[in-house]
């Protein structure tokens, strides 16, 4: 049995992309956990890039496995042109270098008319200077040294991306997150910047962007606005408080408990969709 919220989140579902494959016969390549790739899609670094089955890579996608590993759980669809980068971080104590400096110090050269040789003085050798201290003529001279200067460069690294069960990106999206939980919906070009953490059960709208290392709580709905963050903390929203944060995002009211369920059953139904279509084209 659904109620009113159900039925608002299930209107803004048909909305979405759709993630039925292309009229363009592009094919898939199915792997032995049942995982359908398209050929037009890109992955870089496959050996970091574990899909655990039944999910499906859209044509054009970019998949960088190549910064590091890239998890993504059962009957996740990853909609067409969208990218797939693990987050990046700078370490504060990254590479060391030495260089050797030269430096060219000035010193008093004291040379004797007699015999022509000069010697370096210094405040410790005054006792060694000769009687006819008249004949000396006290010059300056550079001698060169050599120092070592050590220089702390920052070093760029990167997290894994995970990705959990029944989860749906939109096509045209940039994800860069280090987690998405399961039960996640993402609508089309959406932006999920550096190391943002989404919990389970989350539904962010179309054209959202979020800020880097921000933090969804689970059963929010999000999309972009003026304003910061609202976030209403009764269901119905009537007398809530409101609570401002990110410049451009809102949090509308949170989503019912019953898509832990709805999300489930509507993530098995198209992927028995997506797969009986693949089949009807190769019967053709």
Avoid: W
Wanted: charged share 20%; proline share 6%; with cysteine.
């Amino acid at each position: 049995m659904t109620g009113k919220g159900d039925d608002e989140v299930m209107s803004s579902m048909a909305g979405m992309t759709s993630l039925t494959p292309e009229s363009e016969q592009e094919g898939f390549v199915k792997t032995a956990n049942q995982n359908y790739v398209s050929r037009k899609s890109v992955i870089h670094g496959t050996r970091n890039v574990e899909m655990k089955g039944k999910s499906i890579i859209h044509p054009h996608c970019q998949i960088r496995g190549d910064f590091a590993n890239i998890r993504i759980g059962r009957y996740c669809h990853i909609g067409s042109h969208t990218i797939l980068r693990p987050p990046s971080y700078q370490t504060s104590l990254g590479k060391t270098s030495t260089a050797t400096v030269k430096k060219q110090l000035p010193t008093l050269i004291r040379k004797t008319e007699k015999d022509g040789d000069p010697t370096t003085s210094t405040t410790s050798t005054s006792s060694t200077r000769t009687s006819n201290a008249d004949d000396e003529k006290p010059t300056l001279s550079t001698i060169s040294t050599k120092s070592s200067l050590t220089t702390i460069t920052p070093e760029l690294k990167f997290l894994p991306l995970l990705i959990g069960n029944h989860t749906l990106i939109g096509s045209n999206c940039v994800i860069e997150s280090a987690s998405i939980g399961s039960n996640v919906r993402i609508g089309s070009y959406c932006v999920i910047s550096k190391r943002v953490i989404i919990k389970d059960c989350c539904f962010i709208e179309d054209y959202t962007i979020l800020p880097p290392d921000t933090v969804i709580p689970p059963f929010s709905r999000v999309s972009s606005g003026v304003g910061g963050i609202t976030f209403h903390t009764d269901e119905s929203g009537k007398g809530s408080e409101e609570k401002r944060g990110a410049p451009g995002l809102i949090m509308n009211d949170p989503l019912p408990e019953s898509v832990a369920v709805t999300f489930v059953d509507d993530s098995l139904e198209q992927f028995a969709k997506f797969v009986g279509e693949i089949n009807n084209d190769e019967n053709v």
